[in-house]
């Protein structure tokens, strides 16, 4: 009956060992799967992450594009404002220049109205030979 007992005994073992194997198996198997899922979620999470970041790219982008429209645009402006200033600063100097100031006019009336001063000395020179000549010196 030993023998019978011994029998069972290790067919028993034989059992829990196939059993132990087998769980192990399934629990290796797990173990991979679950290593895979956290690589596919990693590698999704990174996709994710570089799809964002391409995202964030493509908005910078766009967002300097649109500085430097507005940037063209303001010197655009500028550029027009510098040439309405240049032009009538042109067209107040040449407004100076040919019609002449209310001081100008004053003086070349004042010029026309009066004599020069050798005008001015043969006028009394000729006078003064009248009254000579008429015997009326004054």
């Known amino acids: 009956m030993e023998m019978a007992e011994d029998e069972a005994e290790v067919e028993t073992l034989l059992k829990q060992i196939a059993l132990a194997k087998h769980k192990e198996l399934r629990l290796r198997a797990e173990k991979k799967r679950i290593r895979d899922e956290m690589g596919q979620l990693q590698a999704g999470a990174l996709w994710s992450r570089e799809e964002q970041t391409q995202k964030q ?12 429209a507005q940037k ?10 510098s040439d309405n200033l240049r032009e009538q600063e042109l067209k107040f100097r040449r407004g100076f220049q040919s019609t002449p100031s209310s001081f100008q006019q004053a003086a070349a009336s004042l010029v026309s109205t009066t004599s020069t001063p050798l005008q001015s000395a043969s006028k009394h020179a000729v006078a003064a030979t009248a009254a000579i000549t008429t015997g009326s010196v004054s």
């Open 57 to 68: 790219l493509v908005e910078v982008r766009r967002a300097k594009e649109q500085l430097e």
């Open 72 to 81: 063209r645009a303001e010197e655009e402006k500028l550029a027009k404002l």
